[in-house]
């Protein structure tokens, strides 16, 4: 869990840091770091995912038992948008080739993935869940 809490933490502190480079690209003259349309989303992109983070992190400290379920709604948002992603990339490919071969390529591969880090989370319940008192 250590080592998770020090990725939650980097993440979320990355993400405050994009909120404030987006905050500076609004009010400043822009620098081409941003597209100025995309300035607003991208700064509540970033606050949201700190947010996210930092309740994560939270909920790890203090061990609660909706912390570990919410990892499984993490786990699950995390494979749904990788495939949609995998999907539009292979939408790019020439007309000729057929982009669902791909598509389904990757979310066997993601759901691969999604299966071995399901194991290891399933293994992290003892963390959360606190034994009974025998009284």
Not at 56 to 64: F, M, S
Not at 100 to 129: D, E, K, L, M
Request: glycine share 6%; charged share 15%; aromatic share 18%.
């Amino acid at each position: 869990m250590r080592l998770l809490r020090a990725f939650l933490t980097l993440f979320c502190v990355w993400s405050f840091v994009d909120c404030i480079i987006a905050i500076h690209a609004i009010y400043s003259p822009h620098s081409e770091a941003y597209f100025p349309s995309r300035d607003r989303r991208v700064m509540a992109g970033c606050l949201v995912a700190g947010l996210v983070y930092a309740a994560a992190l939270y909920g790890i400290h203090k061990r609660t038992a909706m912390t570990w379920k919410l990892g499984w709604v993490f786990l699950a948002a995390n494979y749904v948008g990788f495939v949609f992603q995998v999907h539009s990339s292979m939408l790019k490919v020439p007309q000729a080739d057929n982009p669902w071969v791909p598509t389904a390529a990757g979310a066997i591969a993601g759901a691969a993935v999604v299966v071995y880090w399901g194991y290891w989370w399933n293994r992290q319940r003892s963390y959360f869940v606190e034994p009974a008192s025998r009284e």
